[in-house]
């Protein structure tokens, strides 16, 4: 722990590595509170495409990320936290490929990710905070107590995303995933502001041909070494 700041375990990567899962299931094993720093990128393109603001228009998408009328409710076991804008559940809504395609494109925005980056700080609080995105570690809490970043390859992650939207009845087409992915790994890695890439001392883990107990398992060494054994399961 930094001085009296509640401690911080950052989970960073591209899209489509698993963070959320595994964020989810750290903040569970120790009792942690999380962020999802990602559903805030989501809603800002939400509310933007509903509101017809282009998703250029960097001075209108600041002023909605600055005051995104939002809620997040549910416990740590559910499989998505239930998200809320100005009243409305958009749970599933801001999952879709559009919010992600739109979260994206506003996330390279100096001024959306300076509006965003005090709500993002403002998580953190004890007893701690689990928080997945692309630049915690770098950006949010350079200052983490444990920093992990998740790697796969865009065809391990487009497979998982497949057998995801099939899951739900989705028609989707595996090759158009690989190449969208592809795109926004080049975006988030080419982004002027926070680019994607692992904090110096973060530690990686390629999650490509694992499942998700041994991905969970090998996160949880590294944070059992971190912090000790003591409260977790």
């Known amino acids: 722990m930094h001085g009296e700041a509640a401690p911080v375990i950052t989970v960073d990567g591209p899209s489509g590595v698993g963070k959320g899962t595994l964020a989810r299931f750290l903040a569970r094993q120790l009792g942690w509170y999380l962020l999802d720093s990602g559903s805030l990128y989501r809603l800002t393109g939400l509310a933007a495409l509903e509101r017809g603001v282009a998703l250029d228009d960097q001075v209108r998408l600041a002023n909605i990320a600055r005051s995104l009328d939002v809620n997040f409710f549910g416990d740590l076991d559910d499989p ?42 403002d998580f953190r609080r004890p007893p701690g905070l ?59 890695a080419q982004r002027s502001v926070a680019p994607l890439r692992a904090a110096t001392d973060a530690i990686t883990l390629d999650t490509t041909g694992l499942d998700l107990a041994t991905v969970q398992e090998r996160a949880l060494s590294y944070v059992k070494q971190r912090f000790g054994g003591a409260g977790i399961d």
């Open 80 to 121: 998505d936290v239930r998200v809320c804008l100005e009243g409305r559940e958009v749970t599933a809504e801001i999952r879709a490929e559009r919010c992600g395609e739109a979260a994206s494109r506003v996330a390279v925005l100096p001024p959306v990710r300076e509006a965003l980056l005090q709500r993002q700080r």
């Open 130 to 188: 689990v928080a997945d995105g692309r630049d915690m570690g770098t950006v949010v809490f350079p200052d983490a107590d444990l920093k992990l970043f998740l790697s796969a390859t865009a065809l391990e992650r487009a497979k998982r995303r497949y057998n995801q939207l099939r899951g739900k009845g989705i028609s989707v087409n595996i090759e158009k995933l690989v190449e969208n992915l592809q795109q926004r790994d080049e975006r988030d």
